[in-house]
C-alpha cells in the first residue's frame, strides 16, 4: 500500500470518529439512568450544597418547568443545608429590581408587584403566565418560614434598555441579554452565594449562539457560557427535559402529543425506569447525544454547520454544554402554561402602541399572545 492510499484510508477514519453518531438504544440510557439516578429534588439540592450557581434551563410556555422551580424553592426551604441565597429569572428587568425587592420585605403577598414585573419581562407584551407569577409567590411565602438571614431575593437579571428598545425610545446598548445575566450572577459567585439560576435554555446552556448576517455569523456567548468558563467549579448546568421546540411552542404529534427528543428513545428509558422523577449527571459514559439532535426541529432550520463563521457542530455532544438532566414527568403530561391578565392601564397604553393599535384591551392582548403561541392555555381571569 502506498502512502497516497494510507493517506486517504486514514482521513475516512478520521472522518467516520468525527461524526459520530448518536446512541438510539432506550436500553444504554436506562441503564445509565438506573445506576446514575437520584430522586429529582435530591439531586438538585445537593447540586446547591455543592455549588454557588445551578443554572437550570427550561422549554418557555410549559406549566411543568415553572412549577418545578416553585417546588424546588419549597424543598430548599425545608432545608438550611440547601438554602438559596437567591433566585435569578430572566423574566423581570432589572429596572424593577426594586419592586421585586419590596415584595420580598411586604408583610403581605403583593400581587400587584408581581404584575407589574411581569408586564416588563423581556417579550413586548410581558409574560401573562400564572406559573411564573406562582414563582413570585413561592418565594415570598417559603421566606416567611426562614429566619431572615436565610431569606431567598429574587434577582431580575433582563437589561433595563429592553423596555426602551420595545418602545422605540433612544437607549444605551450596555450589553447583550446573556451579558447583562452575567454581570449581575457573578457579584454573587463572589460573595460566595448560593444562586439559582432559572431561564431559557439558550441562556443556561454554555454554548455559542449565532444568527446569519450577509455572508457571515454574529456570535455571541450565552450567560451559562460565560459563567461556566471563568467559574467551571462553582457552575453546575441543568437542562430541564422536554420535548421538541418549535419558534411557537412544542411541535404537535398526533401519536406522542408533542414531538419527543431522538423520536422518543430517551423518553421510552424514562418510561422503562417507572416515569419517575430523576435526575443524573452527563458523565463521561453517558451514551452519546449530540447537541444538534437534542435541538432538532423539523419545521426550521436552526443552524448551519460548517458555514463561514458558524459556531455550531455536528460532533457536538450534549454533555459539552450541560452538566446534568432532570425528568419530572412523561412529556405527554406537559400543558401550555396559563394565561391570566396582568395588565393596568398605563401598560395597556404602552401595549397599543407597540401592536400599531391592535390591542386596546387586556383581552386583546391576551389573544394576541394566544396567537402567537397557540401551546398557551386561555383563562381570561379579572384581576381583583
Known amino acids: 500500500m502506498n502512502r497516497i492510499h494510507l493517506l486517504i484510508l486514514l482521513l475516512l477514519a478520521t472522518s467516520n470518529i468525527s461524526s459520530a453518531q448518536d446512541c438510539l438504544d432506550t436500553e444504554s440510557y436506562y441503564q445509565y439512568i438506573k445506576e446514575n439516578g437520584q430522586p429529582h429534588l435530591e439531586y438538585v439540592l445537593d447540586k446547591i450544597r455543592s455549588h454557588s450557581v445551578v443554572a437550570i434551563g427550561e422549554d418557555h410556555w410549559i406549566d411543568a418547568h415553572p412549577q418545578f422551580l416553585c417546588e424546588l424553592i419549597t424543598a430548599s426551604a425545608q432545608d438550611s443545608t440547601a438554602n438559596i441565597d437567591a433566585v435569578a429569572v430572566e423574566f423581570g ?23 407589574k414585573i411581569l408586564q416588563y419581562t423581556p417579550d413586548d407584551l410581558g ?42 425610545k433612544d437607549y444605551v446598548y450596555t450589553g447583550s441579554r446573556d451579558d447583562n445575566m452575567f454581570d449581575i450572577i457573578r457579584n454573587y459567585i463572589i460573595k460566595r452565594s448560593h444562586i439559582v439560576f432559572y431561564a431559557g435554555a439558550a441562556h443556561t446552556l454554555a454554548r455559542i449562539n449565532g444568527t446569519r448576517q450577509g455572508d457571515y455569523y454574529y456570535n455571541w456567548a450565552s450567560a451559562g457560557f460565560l459563567l461556566k468558563k471563568c467559574y467551571p467549579q462553582d457552575v453546575f448546568i441543568i437542562n430541564l427535559w422536554g420535548g421538541q421546540m418549535g419558534s411557537r411552542g412544542y411541535i404537535e404529534n398526533s401519536q406522542t402529543r408533542w414531538n419527543l427528543i431522538a423520536d422518543g428513545v430517551i423518553d421510552k428509558a424514562f418510561q422503562k425506569n417507572g416515569n419517575k422523577p430523576v435526575g443524573f449527571d452527563l458523565k463521561d459514559d453517558f451514551p452519546l447525544l449530540r447537541t444538534e439532535t437534542y435541538f432538532a426541529n423539523p419545521t426550521i432550520r436552526l443552524s448551519g454547520y460548517g458555514e463561514k463563521g458558524s459556531p455550531y457542530s455536528k460532533e457536538q455532544k450534549l454533555s459539552d454544554i450541560c452538566d446534568g438532566i432532570v425528568f419530572i414527568k412523561p412529556v405527554s403530561e406537559f400543558n401550555g402554561i396559563h394565561l391570566i ?4 392601564e398605563e401598560f395597556i397604553e404602552k401595549a397599543n402602541k407597540r401592536t400599531n393599535g391592535s390591542c386596546k384591551t387586556a383581552e386583546d392582548i391576551l389573544k394576541t399572545v394566544k396567537e402567537w403561541h397557540p401551546i398557551l392555555q386561555l383563562e381570561l381571569t379579572e384581576k381583583e
Open 341 to 344: 391578565n396582568i395588565y393596568d
Open 93 to 115: 428587568s432589572e429596572r424593577y429590581q426594586y419592586l421585586a425587592d419590596s415584595l420580598i420585605k411586604s408583610p403581605v403577598y403583593r400581587e400587584d408587584l408581581v404584575f
Open 127 to 168: 409574560n401573562p403566565y400564572k406559573e411564573y407569577a406562582d414563582v413570585f409567590k413561592s418565594v415570598w411565602e417559603n421566606n416567611k418560614k426562614k429566619p431572615e438571614s436565610l431569606r431567598t431575593r429574587i434577582l431580575l437579571v433582563d437589561p433595563a434598555y429592553i423596555q426602551d428598545y420595545f418602545d422605540g
